[in-house]
């Protein structure tokens, strides 16, 4: 059964540091791994997909890698800024099903001013 | 992507009671799933909502519990039943395109 880990739990940073958050998986057959911010209260906001094909992919300050054999992905966010404050979830998918996600339980992430 | 909308996008429900959450995307999709995110936890697929056809429930939750409606391609509806204190989670609607999978706002429904 395949359970996805998100260290560290929380994160407190000063704005404009650049910062890294862990991602690994137990059961490397995945299909694809996704990384989705949330805001308090809200949904779920896609920020980066990662094929099990790639190693990684980048958008704007971020960049997620993905070692399949080791079962690890990491965020990297560049520069951070307060409004990079929420919560930071990872999700892989089985080859069997590309849209059936399962889902870490999260990095609480604050930028102070 | 796709835009999605979920109705209500919060309520507060007597125990006992059933509500039905809405789900609208503004182009046809074949997959359309329902997460349930309970208070500080991480996101639990319940079933994956199939056009014209029962909804496939992941282990755990049951049709009588979770009844799931996905009348076209646009649209589903997620009821959840004789509500109780523990069914008070965000519940989120998600489609699948491009093999990426996209979110609603979700429904934060709190049972007293």
């Known amino acids: 059964k395949q359970e996805v880990t998100q260290i560290p739990a929380a994160l407190s940073v000063p704005e404009g540091e650049n910062l890294v958050l862990n991602c690994s998986f137990t059961?490397?057959?995945?299909?694809?791994l996704q990384w989705f911010r949330q805001d308090p209260g809200k949904g779920l906001t896609s920020l980066l997909l990662?094929?099990?094909?790639?190693r990684e992919q980048t958008s704007g300050r971020l960049n997620a890698s993905l070692d399949k054999s080791s079962g690890r992905s990491t965020l990297y966010i560049a520069a951070s800024q307060p409004g990079d404050s929420a919560t930071y979830l990872c999700a892989v998918s089985s080859m069997d099903s590309s849209y059936k996600l399962i889902f870490g339980s999260g990095t609480r992430l604050l930028v102070r001013p | 992507s796709a835009v999605i909308s979920q109705k209500p996008s919060r309520d507060i429900c007597q125990r006992g009671t059933s509500l039905t959450i809405q789900c609208q995307v503004d182009?046809?999709?074949?997959?359309m799933f329902w997460y349930r995110q309970q208070p500080g936890q991480s996101l639990t697929l319940i079933a994956t909502a199939n056009q014209g056809s029962e909804a496939t429930y992941e282990s755990g939750f049951v049709i009588d519990k979770f009844p799931i409606s996905r009348p076209n391609l646009t649209f589903s509806t997620l009821t959840v039943s004789n509500m109780s204190p523990e069914d008070s989670s965000i519940y989120l609607c998600s489609v699948g395109l491009g093999g990426e999978l996209f979110f609603g706002e979700g429904s934060r429904l709190t049972v007293l």
């Open positions: 990662i094929q099990s094909s790639q």
């Open positions: 182009s046809q999709v074949t997959m």
């Open positions: 059961d490397s057959a995945i299909y694809n």
